[in-house]
């Protein structure tokens, strides 16, 4: 119910573009600690808010995922149902994109770069086993992993520089990418209490 409560509380705030960070108990977020040595093992971008006056409509993600069994990469889930299916025994955070990092964003672009990768481009695993082994490695539009997949969104859409200018997507954990300077709150949605390290803008 805490969870149910935490969650219904601050959807309604949520806009596309804003960040969600989770902390998960599963194996395979004990494997991306572990590779990653990063305490957030998945981040999911907001792609559509809730319709307002529509009691069960649910909060709309796009993220690079194994997804638990369902398809393999870049995906569209609702985010309620990717908590309690995922993150039951995890947490998650809502990261709010601030208002100079906004302002920034070409939403035209935004939903176009999500589209063309949903159903195309596939988890990245192998980038993982590169960033674990410490090489430096160019971003495969073909595969990414979570966080990529939000930086490479965030870069297609104006909000941060190109990958040549800026930073190099497949070279960040997903601890990295939240520590980013782009966000203006930080507010638990999810899970037993607790906090994590974000970057607020300046």
């Given at each position: 119910?805490?969870?149910?409560?935490?969650?219904?509380s601050?959807?309604?705030?949520?806009?596309?573009?804003?960040?969600?960070?989770?902390?998960?108990?599963?194996?395979?977020?004990?494997?991306?600690q572990?590779?990653?040595?990063?305490?957030?093992?998945?981040?999911?971008?907001?792609?559509?808010?809730?319709?307002?006056?529509?009691?069960?409509?649910?909060?709309?993600?796009?993220?690079?995922?194994?997804?638990?069994?369902?398809?393999?990469?870049?995906?569209?889930?609702?985010?309620?149902?990717?908590?309690?299916?995922?993150?039951?025994?995890?947490?998650?955070?809502?990261?709010?994109?601030?208002?100079?990092?906004?302002?920034?964003?070409?939403?035209?672009k935004?939903?176009?770069?999500?589209?063309?990768?949903?159903?195309?481009?596939?988890?990245?695993?192998?980038?993982?086993?590169?960033?674990?082994?410490?090489?430096?490695?160019?971003?495969?539009?073909?595969?990414?992993?979570?966080?990529?997949?939000?930086?490479?969104?965030?870069?297609?859409?104006?909000?941060?520089?190109?990958?040549?200018?800026?930073?190099?997507?497949?070279?960040?954990?997903?601890?990295?990418?939240?520590?980013?300077?782009?966000?203006?709150?930080?507010?638990?949605?999810?899970?037993?209490?607790g906090?994590?390290?974000?970057?607020?803008?300046?």
């Amino acid at each position: 119910m805490q969870n149910c409560a935490l969650y219904a509380s601050a959807a309604p705030t949520m806009r596309p573009g804003d960040i969600i960070a989770c902390s998960g108990t599963a194996l395979i977020s004990h494997a991306i600690q572990v590779v990653t040595g990063s305490p957030i093992t998945h981040v999911m971008t907001v792609r559509q808010a809730i319709h307002a006056g529509d009691p069960i409509s649910d909060v709309v993600v796009t993220q690079a995922t194994m997804g638990g069994g369902e398809p393999n990469g870049a995906q569209s889930d609702p985010l309620g149902q990717v908590l309690a299916s995922q993150y039951a025994n995890g947490r998650a955070w809502l990261l709010t994109l601030a208002p100079s990092v906004r302002a920034k964003v070409d939403w035209f672009k935004f939903y176009q770069f999500i589209g063309a990768c949903e159903g195309r481009v596939k988890y990245d695993w192998w980038g993982l086993v590169l960033y674990r082994l410490g090489l430096r490695a160019q971003v495969n539009p073909k595969a990414m992993f979570c966080n990529e997949y939000a930086i490479a969104i965030m870069q297609a859409c104006g909000s941060l520089p190109p990958a040549g200018v800026g930073v190099n997507p497949r070279e960040q954990t997903p601890q990295a990418f939240v520590s980013m300077p782009l966000f203006s709150a930080c507010r638990q949605i999810w899970g037993p209490a607790g906090a994590i390290s974000w970057g607020r803008a300046g």
